[in-house]
């Protein structure tokens, strides 16, 4: 063992700060200003601590429009992980750990509020804002990854249940997920005109789904991802519901610079890498992952690529279409 990388070890980890800083990062990825509100401290000591423990490779880093994102990066050299791994074992039963886990909590909650509230403004007029998308051929692809008819399938982040009212129309029992009561409502309203029987709505949050485990043989986040709070979280909750070789469909924006999105589409992220969307089915337990672009150019105006990802959760042998009798509507 290298002297000079245990001394750094010892030096880096001596600062509670730090540990602070490590601690909540490990636990979600968050920019210097969320920073700042968990630990109550200004820009430039956050910011010097950062600099500290990204020059040490305990952290990454990724620039999200005009906002910089950092988490937790696991050490590759043995000494960093031994000492972090004795770090993480005293921070289980410590109250300020416990303090400032509350407190991220609270900063992602604000995350998920801010996209309520442009929803619950919005209501029924998203259709016409989210015809911005010219998405119409993407859900046409995106059906096609799912084959039998008859399957029960989640809808998450349904809005005004425009892709729902698609995937019932292709044979499909659907429970249609929103956490916008206004967006739910207007979804209704499509409904009852179509008399579209095999929809249940669910009020429900993305990270936290209103659905038992397996409940349902496929899952479908269409342009969600970027208004969730946690997107990972989403991911593994799709996972979660989705019956063992079930597929789980994820349509959204691959990263760009479209600062415009923020303000008239209310987007919390603007878009997501390959690799992103790739390393979160593969955190959530899914196989068999695909990942196709969309180009831009096909779809007119400032717009940028466009990916559906599907990937399967592990089988317990050849998948059987659920025994499952048709969900009754429940008002949302």
Not at 167 to 179: E, R, T
Request: include cysteine; charge should be negative.
């Amino acid at each position: 063992m290298s002297s000079d990388i245990l001394q750094k070890v010892f030096k880096t980890l001596s600062d509670p700060t730090r540990v602070r800083i490590l601690a909540l990062l490990a636990r979600e990825e968050l920019a210097v200003q969320e920073l700042m509100e968990v630990l109550g401290m200004a820009q430039s000591r956050v910011s010097r601590h950062l600099g500290i423990l990204r020059e040490a490779g305990l952290l990454s880093d990724r620039r999200d429009g005009t906002f910089v994102f950092y988490r937790f990066q696991e050490p590759e050299v043995p000494t960093w992980r031994d000492a972090w791994a004795l770090v993480e074992k005293a921070l289980r039963d410590d109250p300020a750990a416990r303090r400032d886990g509350l407190a991220v909590a609270r900063v992602l909650e604000a995350r998920a509020a801010r996209s309520r509230t442009f929803f619950d403004s919005v209501g029924p007029e998203w259709d016409a804002l989210r015809k911005v998308w010219g998405d119409e051929l993407l859900r046409a692809r995106a059906l096609t990854r799912l084959v039998p008819k008859g399957l029960r399938v989640a809808d998450v982040g349904t809005g005004t249940g425009v892709f729902a009212l698609e995937l019932a129309q292709a044979g499909l029992d659907v429970v249609a997920i929103d956490h916008s009561a206004a967006m739910l409502e207007a979804a209704r309203s499509k409904i009852d005109e179509r008399e579209a029987s095999s929809i249940e709505l669910r009020v429900g949050d993305a990270s936290n789904l209103p659905l038992d485990d397996s409940e349902v043989d496929a899952a479908f986040a269409h342009m969600v991802l970027q208004y969730l709070a946690s997107p990972n979280e989403a991911v593994a909750e799709m996972a979660r519901v989705t019956a063992p070789g079930g597929c789980v469909v994820v349509i959204d924006f691959v990263r760009h610079d479209r600062e415009w999105m923020r303000e008239e589409l209310g987007v919390q992220w603007l878009g997501f890498p390959q690799e992103e969307i790739q390393a979160s089915l593969e955190a959530a337990g899914l196989e068999e992952i695909q990942i196709d672009l969309q180009p831009a150019a096909s779809r007119g105006a400032d717009l940028p690529e466009t990916f559906i990802a599907s990937a399967r959760r592990a089988s317990n042998g050849d998948l059987a279409v659920s025994d499952r009798r048709p969900p009754s509507e429940t008002s949302p």
